[in-house]
């Protein structure tokens, strides 16, 4: 087995070996759960809003929705659901409605969006297909004990389904069928524990969904073959949702029912027959819930059916943060709506090979080095760039992050396990090497780095620096003849871009790590692109977003990469926080947030793309002049105190400064470009 870091240190190798040998492997993502859902979208706002939270589920890739079943006589109960698949990209998905009880007939929504809405029922149920065929023949195709079926509504459908009669679709009966191809049954129904508020007592209370056909009720929980998980009204009185959907036919759903936000018992079934009991719930076993005639239901220890209940884990506010996240980032890629292509545009141009340095640490100083590293990730997933190393600075101290910070070596894991690359790692000097003079073994890694994949570059090696430029700059004074020969170029993002800053300037923070190491990066006997990270006149990188903005809309992997570092979490927990939703209330609080941005723009440059003033991402040669920055060629000088003062130069080949053309959209299309890069990985 191959070890994914390649570290440079002696001092370190025998402290990170269990972590080298277990980010050898990728992530693998887990098999997406084949669900059919069986839901009353017709009568409260809850129901549309659960099949929102189903669809981000889906775009997550942790479901797959097989079928959809309405269980309602209501005419346009079927438009409604198909109406609401359609607009979140899935209108592929068979659905069925009720056809033997009259149940459910009223809503107050359900017409209006089937007549707004896109669908295939818009003038009434004539055409829909009856919801026990639509159900035989989705589990019939799949394979043994594979699907779970979640139910959200009275259990009238489901009663028929086990009734059902062999038919074309199998020669089994729907007892039997149901036993042989579902491995679960996740259940909103019944009441097992208080809701003083409410005046909720077990065992008295009249549920909803059994209320509605008790009769059904009864009959599935004694003949239903496979486990049956409920989760009663109490489990949802508490958890407020759905103020994150913002547009489409589940918008105006909540708002024709009047509401903004309401409580969440729909999409509690919907979570664990996705996702389990996790971290959620605890779960009550070994009974079964007996349902009586006059709808009220009671938990029994003995005989165990096969039966069990939640019981609420979580803190209902964070649970509610987590499913309205989903919610409202569902659809995020829906096919025709303006979403982001699957893959970047490709070039002509070669695919450069990249070294990036960068000041990541744990706990972060600013996170906008776990944006960057996740960005060049994107583009050399997409290969778009050959990411060759990642170099990080050690610490300053002391460390401008609270607490003792460290080289974050677990984000760099967490992102070679997502995209399944084997990038290694090296860690930077920790103090300033002077002229002339010889590092100590420990502090020779990033040095080392540098030179070595230098000579192993065939095509040359481009250097990114986002941190200090330390270890550049001693890589420099070392063999100033290997980057002649073979550094494509340096990426320098730091400074002031005034064309003369002036002693009374403050130094800016990278800048002010190593002055002298600053200034030497203009010296290199290679190509320097200069990113000033402030300026005026559009010689600055800067720009600022909203987190709400990407965030939400991310892969899960990807978007629990963010959460992890954004939590500050100082356990070495990297690889199971991505697989698990850890730190949910971090996401619900960092989306509010603002973040400051400055890298991005020097990355795309680098991969041979710009960027248009709608954000779309497109090669350089193809945009011409229509990217909204440009490399402009100068001359510059820095001294060792960092201060700099260049002038345009149009015959200079070596030197060029970053500048923004389109001012006016730069910061919305930087944005957009960053939120469709991200969105491209695994």
Known sequence: MTSIFSLQQNGLRMALAALLTACTLPVQAAERVKIILDTDVVLDSGDPAAIAFLHGLADRGEAEILAMTVVSSHPYGAGCADAINRYYGRPEIPLGQLKNKE????????????????????????????????????????????????AIGPLSNLENFLKSTPDQYSPLNGRDLIAKRVKLLSQMAAA??????????????????????????????????????????????????????????????????????????????????????????????????????????????????????????????????????????????????????????????????????????????????????????????????????????????????????????????????????????????????????????????????????????????????????????????????????????????????????????KLEYNVALDPRSYADIFHAPCPVYWLPCFGPEGYSTFYKFKQGEILPFLPHSVSRFFAFALAKDASSDWLSNLKEDRHPEVLAAENEKMRNMWCTAGFLHLAGLGVDASGAIKPLAELGGDSVFEFEPMRVTCDDKGRTEWVPDPKSTDRFIFHVRDQAHYTSAMVTAMKTLLQTMP
């Open 103 to 150: 149940i459910l007939n009223k809503s107050g929504y359900a017409e209006q969006i089937a007549k707004k809405y896109p669908n295939r029922y818009p003038d009434g149920p004539t055409h829909v297909p009856d919801a026990v065929a639509i159900f035989r023949e989705a589990i019939a195709k799949q394979p043994d004990g594979s699907v779970v079926v979640v």
């Open 192 to 505: 097992f524990g208080p809701v003083p508020k409410e005046n909720v007592v077990p065992g008295k209370f009249k549920e909803f969904n059994v209320v509605k056909d008790p009769g059904a009720a009864i009959y599935v929980a004694e003949n239903w073959p496979t486990p049956i998980v409920f989760s009663g009204y109490e489990v949802g009185a508490d958890i407020w949702t759905g103020g994150g959907i913002t547009a489409g036919p589940v918008r105006d759903a909540i708002g024709y029912n009047g509401e903004r936000t309401r409580p969440t018992w729909d999409q509690t079934s919907i979570l664990y027959g996705v996702r389990g009991a996790g971290d959620y719930w605890d779960v009550k076993t070994n009974g079964f819930v007996e349902f009586h005639p006059d709808a009220t239901n009671l938990w029994k220890s003995t005989p165990d059916k096969g039966h069990s209940y939640l019981i609420q884990k979580m803190d209902p506010g964070k649970l509610g943060k987590l499913i309205s996240g989903i919610e409202a980032a569902a659809g995020a890629n829906k096919p025709g709506e303006g979403a982001p292509a699957a893959a970047l545009p490709k070039t002509n141009t070669e695919v450069p090979a990249v070294l990036h340095e960068t000041d990541l640490f744990r706990p972060y100083a600013d996170p906008d080095d776990h944006w960057d590293l996740a960005c060049v990730y994107a583009l050399s997933c997409q290969k778009r760039l050959d990411l060759k190393s990642v170099l990080i600075d050690s610490p300053p101290l002391p460390p401008k992050a609270d607490g003792k910070a460290n080289p974050d070596i677990g984000a760099v894991a967490q992102m070679n396990g997502i995209t399944g690359q084997a990038v290694p790692i090296a860690i930077g000097s920790s103090r300033i090497c002077q002229p002339g003079e010889t590092l100590a073994l420990a502090d020779s890694g990033g040095v080392a780095s540098i030179l070595d994949h230098l000579k192993n570059a065939p095509n040359g090696l481009y250097i990114n620096i986002v941190g200090s430029a330390r270890d550049v700059a001693a890589a420099i004074r070392q063999n100033p003849d290997l980057f002649k020969a073979k550094c494509r170029g340096i990426y320098l993002n730091s400074g002031w871009g005034a064309r003369k800053s002036t002693p009374e300037d």
